[in-house]
């Protein structure tokens, strides 16, 4: 069966693309209850730990798995919480 294409190329790039967060909006989607800090921190590698807790930040804020590379800009955003 072929895929159905619901999104042409410029919004499907949209859609994967990490929404633009003002410092009110990343305090709230950025702020993590201490069991998830705790489960980030059981994480070895210190990339993973930051990309855990960007994957959950994000996925907060909008409800969708970023499936696409997420740009330099987003790791500075949660570099603090990390």
């Given at each position: 069966m072929p895929r159905m294409n619901v999104l042409n190329t410029v919004e499907?790039?949209?859609?994967?693309?990490?929404?633009v967060l003002n410092s009110l909006q990343r305090k709230q989607y950025f702020d993590f209850p201490s069991k998830l800090r705790r489960f980030a921190?059981?994480?070895?590698?210190?990339?993973?730990r930051l990309g855990f807790l960007l994957g959950a930040g994000?996925?907060?804020?909008?409800k969708v798995l970023l499936a696409k590379r997420?740009?330099?800009?987003?790791?500075?955003?949660c570099g603090a919480a990390a």
């Open positions: 499907r790039e949209a859609f994967d693309l990490p929404p921190a059981g994480l070895r590698n210190p990339a993973h994000y996925f907060k804020a909008v997420l740009p330099p800009a987003a790791y500075r955003v």
